[in-house]
């Protein structure tokens, strides 16, 4: 009886194994490595800074390490841009997002519902529904009157304001008019952005003058 009993076990145990090796090859490698991903320390290699931090992530949170896997920024936020701009990298905490510098110091208060990197010394930055920019500093220097926002690049940003899509200057000036239905920032390579007018796309210079595709 003893003997049937362990024989049984065995052949259970076997069983056992056999289904859950065919899960797991159900479930297929990748859903392998994100259950592994979930309880260890995992890095993000593609967003290594110029600083030599690596955001990465533990247990669901995310937090900054050197390449020695050493934390410089404990892992307490629910997400991490990655990228420093101006000594800044935006984080969210719940559902806020603030600015922390190189050595985890919150610079700019939890308080952006939506954000961007720095560029050209100015963040997009969402509040109360609404886009705007700040300063390194967190001073508003474009009031919070956009729908949507994109980052500054050679001296323009691609705005976009009671369904139609414009371009501002630093100081918020509109240098080419809200005249678009869809907007994009330019290239600092090409100094061309792509617009879209009346179910067009097509390409514009610094000035908003038309590119021809001939």
Known sequence: ???????????????????????????????????????????LDYTLTPEGLVLSRRMGKYGYTNLKKEVIIPFIYDFGAGEFSQGLAFVRKGLLIGYIDTKGNEVIPFKFSNASNFSEELAAVVLNEKWGYINPKGETVIPFEYDLCFEFSLGLAAVRKDGKAGYINRKGEVVIPFIYEANGTFSKKLKLATVKKDGVWFQIDLNGNKISSN
């Open 1 to 43: 009886m003893q003997r049937f009993t362990f024989t049984t076990l065995l052949l259970l145990v076997a069983s056992l194994g056999f289904a859950q090796n065919s899960d797991a090859k159900q479930e297929g490698v990748a859903s392998q490595l994100e259950k592994v991903d979930s309880s260890i320390h995992q890095v």
